[in-house]
């Protein structure tokens, strides 16, 4: 397997600010990568580099082999770039964009309609984009990105302000796209997307690559406590608290929940007692990785 | 379809379900055209009005092709008492009052408004001319033919239409480039764009392409409904070579207007900088009256707007029947404007908004 990105020490200032500084990466062909980071932390310019809308000031960058700078013609067909849900001709229904977007890459019209079913927008096809909800026209801006059937794909928060099932309907969509073998990179600001999706992530900021990774060895690798709760009044604190690997117990009056390095004995025990009634084990998440990369702190 | 045709056919249709965009580019012009052209068109050259004191044989005994002439300029009304007739004009309320005693034709008039009872004056005259003649019994000698070189004090219809249709022009060609390319870099249209392997140009062209087509539309809308009767608009001869004196009068507006749109950072910025330029140039450059009555040092400055020259070449080849090659100079003034301002606005322009 070979790469289709290739990313070494890339930089970008803009002024005082170090947007980018240093960043390494590489994705492999058919790879789903996410980049995670908050805002601010130099995602987007990253992503811009390797697209070919801006010069890195220093770095490496090749995209196929390519480098994507300056304007590349021969590249750009096989890459699909999502953007803005705004950015489409105004006052022309779905159907009508999807086909303009795929008339640049010469892509006839039958087939660019064939997009619109596999975002699920058929029935808006005769709607402007102007009509179309949040979810909808962020879908369209995911079909004009695809219209063309690029082999490399980025989205760049592609469920933001989308509604739980848009979302959900959203991710489906994306991993038949990856399964058809095609790469994709993904910024997001929600990390149960990255862990449901990504083979790979890296967490980004302050313009540096934190780490990156599958998402599960990040997690491992992270070695917080699993909590395992199950509901009060089952057993006493103190009881819990002398379970064997039980580290931390806290009871709300709802839930006896006990933090530990290692489940099984704890949960072992709670079975031999009985007391697994409504039981649930919380490992750490790619959440917690994040907040313990990137600081708890509020940014502005 | 090319990706030129698809752009073109994207881009037209975003302006024809454009309800604002239809309104000023078509609606409000026409509008214009109908009320002031609709006030100029009642308001022709005003007649003389003349009264006849009791029979004025000279009159009476015109014969009537003559007195159809007559009729042109001077329009008389028959009235028995002569003092009245006298008081009359004296108000003003008539320019001329005729008796005749005998052989005498007798003219009363007021000093009041001298070009009036002039022009009553001088056809009196004629009249009285034309009746000696006749009782002679002899052949006229001379005679005169009147023939007219060209309309040098153009009826008001003549100036308004292309003055109008030079304004609407101006303003959907600057408005609809400078908004445009402001639209398209901030909602990441151009982005779109630049990451496909379509050639810039193309988008550009389609849209300049779009632009002249509707110039185009608008062109033959104005002089469709300035010709009708109500307004009487004649065409000159050669009035076809207004199609490319628009040609190159929109390409002029079209280059400022994306240097507008290249410079302004917002939509509501590209707008107020185009109203700027458009409102004052309209006026100056001789939309909504002619500018020749202006003082020279205003006529020289005025020359700086691209629309003083497409009027001034349209009202030659839609009015005042000036050959084709009369207006090569304005062409080359306008696309010179045009290729002037896209340089420049190549220079400015930015693919993104930082």
Redo the contacts between chains.
Sequence with gaps: MSNTIVASHLRKRYGDVRAVDGVSLTVEDGEFFGILGPNGAGKTTTLEIIEGLRQADGGEISVFGRSPWPRNPALLPRIGVQLQASSFFERLTAREQLRTFGSLYGVPGHKADRMLETVGLTDKADTRVEKLSGGQAQRLSIACALVHEPELVFLDEPTAALDPQARRNLWDVLRAINTEGRTIVLTTHYMDEAETLCDRVAVIDQGRILRSGPPAALVRDLGAATRVSVASGLLSVEDARALPGAEEVTDDQVSLTISTHDASPVVRALAERGALDGVQIKGATLEDVFLDLTGREYRV | ???F???A???F??FR??RGALFFTIALPLFFLLIIGGLFAKQSTPKSKVLEIGSVGVLDQMPADMRAGFEKSLKITRIADRDAALSKVKKGDYDAALEQNGDQVLIHFSAADQVKSGTAQGQVDGLVQAANQAASGRAPKYTLQAQQVEDKSLKPIQYITPGILGWALASAGMFGASTTLV?WRT???L?????????IRTLFTARVAVSLGIALVQTALFIGVATLPFFGLELAHYWWMAIPMVLAGVLAFLAIGMLIGAWAKSQEAAQGVTQMVVLPMAFLGGSFFPIDQAPRWLRVVTEIFPLRHLNDGMVKVIARGAGPASVLPEIGVLLAFALVATIIAVRVFR??Q?
Excluded: C, F, N
């Excluded at chain 2, 982005?191 to 050639?199: A, D, G, H």
């Design positions: 379809m090319s990706s045709q698809s752009l056919r994207a881009m249709l975003g379900r454009d639209t909602k990441g249209i982005r779109r764009l630049r990451l496909s392997p379509v050639p693919w993104e930082i």
